[in-house]
């Protein structure tokens, strides 16, 4: 029986980012390529060869990652020491190395699989990890100008222009609801 009402439409489903509908296709690509070159490297030598290369690649991206962290570890160890006797540390040179980079190029080693591998030795080079700092701030930037107000990304702009000092300022909010009588004077508040 009907009743003449009509039927609700279906709410519209929200747009899905480009990124949320290419990523898991991407990874999927990328673990059968890499389970393919490790057959074909079986195949072409023995799977004794591929064994000591992934192990090798493990070993490699241990060390790396172990020398970035050091490396990290010693810059802030050596910033504290400043700030701690007053001096104001250096600022950072513009296009100095990270070690961000050289972590995530021996976490890459460290993957069993030679497409990785690849990648993570070229992370590792010098030139390619500026041209990929440079193109991630320049990406970072853009995006940060493209965003809403009142995004995520509006709120890091706005912590961008604003920097906040620390101060705080004290106060109280006080709603007047319509039909409330009007009350006295509240006092003044203290530290």
Same mark, same amino acid.
């Given at each position: &029986?009907?009743?003449?009402?009509?039927?609700?439409?279906? *709410? !519209?489903?929200?747009?899905? @980012?480009?990124?949320?509908?290419? =990523?898991?296709?991407?990874?999927?690509?990328?673990?059968?390529?890499?389970?393919?070159?490790? &057959?074909?490297?079986? +195949?072409? @030598? @023995? +799977?004794?060869?591929?064994?000591?290369?992934?192990? !090798?690649?493990?070993? $490699?991206?241990?060390?790396?990652?172990?020398?970035? +962290?050091?490396?990290?570890?010693?810059? $802030?160890?050596?910033?504290?020491?400043? /700030?701690?006797?007053?001096?104001? *540390?250096?600022?950072?040179?513009?296009?100095?190395?990270?070690?961000?980079?050289? &972590? =995530?190029?021996?976490? =890459?080693? &460290?993957?069993? +699989?030679?497409? @990785?591998?690849?990648?993570?030795?070229?992370?590792? =080079?010098?030139?390619?990890?500026?041209?990929?700092?440079?193109?991630?701030?320049?990406?970072?930037?853009?995006?940060?100008?493209?965003?809403?107000?009142?995004?995520?990304?509006?709120?890091? /702009? /706005?912590?961008?222009?604003?920097?906040?000092?620390?101060?705080?300022?004290?106060?109280?909010?006080?709603?007047?609801?319509?039909?409330?009588?009007?009350?006295?004077?509240?006092?003044?508040?203290?530290?």
């Amino acid at each position: &029986m009907t009743t003449g009402a009509q039927t609700p439409a279906t *709410p !519209a489903w929200p747009r899905r @980012s480009r990124l949320r509908t290419f =990523l898991p296709l991407g990874l999927a690509a990328w673990l059968v390529l890499e389970i393919w070159l490790l &057959m074909v490297v079986a +195949g072409a @030598s @023995s +799977g004794l060869v591929v064994f000591l290369v992934l192990v !090798a690649g493990f070993v $490699l991206g241990s060390v790396v990652i172990k020398r970035a +962290g050091r490396r990290a570890f010693r810059k $802030l160890s050596e910033t504290l020491q400043q /700030q701690q006797s007053g001096v104001m *540390p250096a600022a950072a040179r513009p296009n100095s190395e990270g070690n961000g980079l050289m &972590m =995530l190029g021996g976490l =890459l080693l &460290m993957i069993p +699989g030679l497409v @990785s591998d690849a990648v993570g030795l070229l992370l590792l =080079l010098p030139p390619v990890q500026k041209a990929v700092s440079r193109t991630a701030e320049r990406t970072f930037e853009r995006k940060l100008r493209e965003a809403d107000p009142g995004s995520l990304g509006g709120a890091f /702009q /706005q912590a961008r222009m604003h920097r906040p000092d620390g101060k705080v300022v004290q106060g109280e909010v006080i709603r007047d609801e319509r039909g409330d009588a009007p009350r006295e004077p509240r006092p003044p508040l203290t530290h």
